[in-house]
């Protein structure tokens, strides 16, 4: 077994979160056991269960999402104290923040092999030009520590490539994998996910999945309900998941007068079991690094609609097995939720057409596709299994 250190500031909730754990769970089985180093910032009930699901982890103290020089600095220490302790021939960063902490680590500390995995990027969407300009600088600088760079899509090389950020030959891509068929064999029946939530047996559900946080744009699609509802008068909006925006979204809701029409179920872990209660899910995100809920809906058969923006137009064929929309546009994501709401035959075959694309994004290519990375890193530096 060869030792790999992953380092992440947090593990909450989420899709960087589970891909994470879940790439460290097939290394595993392909002959690299992971160490999980994570900050204070964590989740207790996903870190919990990243341990049942046998990583070993780490607590580093001063290890943060946010950007706070003092402790930038003594996360960076101690990792280096840490990573000189347990000598890894190879440190994997996952996330921005942690990814230029635990790469300066990695270099200080003279690591032989450095992997980063952003899981998406800060580009837009987040902060001011200003803000984002020092981060791509960063990101910039840290690549040149970088063996190899993991994206989720095509799109996410392309833009960090078209930023400076690595060199193409630098940059693989290892979706963020999902266990399609654990999925679907544990879906229950629409009907009865219908039941448990108590919404209506002949709704019409769009599904929307995450954290409730400006950059989903759960927003616009409670904007859109009047719209949709005008055309779709059984329509309904399940949100899946909580954050800062919940109380606004509810308020917004009512002041439409849709309030009756969303139901927003809270942080859950069983994402499938509620999202087979849907429709079509939406994404409306303002950026996204792939989107893994959109593979967890296809999986289960449902049609997706998503934005125009990150990897998103990587996972979605438009036509084929969903729809793409333009970001920050409530009109056309009401106008495509409509169209599938009104014709039961179209979403049939989107829906017939979205299991066999989520093929292309499930833990086994993920697992392929990383393995092949480490097996070629490890051939090339001479590193002893």
């Given at each position: ?16 979160s ?7 769970e ?20 996903t870190?919990a ?6 990583c ?8 943060a999402?946010?950007?706070?020089p ?29 990814g ?38 960063l ?87 009047p ?39 809270g ?5 499938g ?66 169209d ?9 075959k ?16 993920a ?5 092949s990375i480490?097996?070629?890193l ?8």
């Amino acid at each position: 077994m060869i030792s790999v250190v992953h380092v992440i500031t947090r593990l909450t909730l989420g899709g960087s979160s589970e891909n994470t754990v879940s790439t460290i769970e097939a290394l595993e089985r392909a002959g690299y056991a992971g160490t999980l180093v994570v900050g204070p910032e964590s989740e207790a009930t996903t870190v919990a269960d990243a341990r049942r699901r046998g990583c070993r982890v780490v607590e580093v103290a001063w290890l943060a999402r946010d950007v706070r020089p003092a402790h930038d600095v003594a996360a960076v220490l101690a990792l280096v104290r840490l990573f000189r302790a347990l000598r890894p021939p190879i440190v994997h960063t996952h996330t921005s923040k942690a990814g230029f902490v635990g790469r300066l680590a990695a270099r200080l500390a003279g690591v032989p092999v450095v992997i980063h995995q952003p899981h998406g990027h800060i580009f837009y969407g987040y902060w001011s030009r200003a803000r984002t300009g020092l981060f791509v600088a960063l990101e910039r600088l840290a690549a040149r520590w970088t063996d190899a760079l993991v994206a989720l899509t095509p799109r996410e090389v392309e833009e960090h490539v078209e930023r400076g950020i690595g060199r193409p030959a630098q940059w693989a891509v290892v979706p963020s994998g999902v266990p399609t068929a654990a999925l679907r064999a544990a879906a229950p029946s629409r009907a009865a996910a219908r039941a448990r939530l108590g919404l209506p047996a002949d709704a019409f559900v769009v599904a929307g999945v995450g954290r409730l946080v400006p950059i989903k744009g759960f927003d616009l699609l409670v904007e859109a309900l009047p719209a949709l509802a005008a055309r779709v008068p059984s329509a309904h909006a399940l949100l899946i998941g909580d954050g800062e925006e919940r109380a606004a979204l509810e308020a917004r809701a009512a002041a439409l007068g849709v309030g009756a029409r969303l139901r927003i179920t809270g942080a859950v872990t069983d994402v499938g079991g509620v999202l087979a209660a849907a429709d079509v899910l939406a994404a409306p995100s303002r950026n996204e690094g792939m989107g893994r809920v959109l593979v967890e809906a296809m999986a289960i058969g449902l049609p997706v609609v998503g934005t125009t923006v990150g990897g998103i137009p990587d996972v979605i064929v438009d036509g084929e097995c969903g729809r793409l929309v333009a970001p920050d546009d409530a009109a056309a994501l009401a106008g495509a939720l409509a169209d599938l709401g009104g014709d039961a035959a179209l979403r049939a075959k989107l829906g017939a057409a979205a299991p066999p694309r989520a093929e292309a994004f499930s833990t086994d290519v993920a697992a392929a596709a990383m393995g092949s990375i480490y097996d070629g890193l490890v051939r090339a530096r001479g590193l002893r299994r």
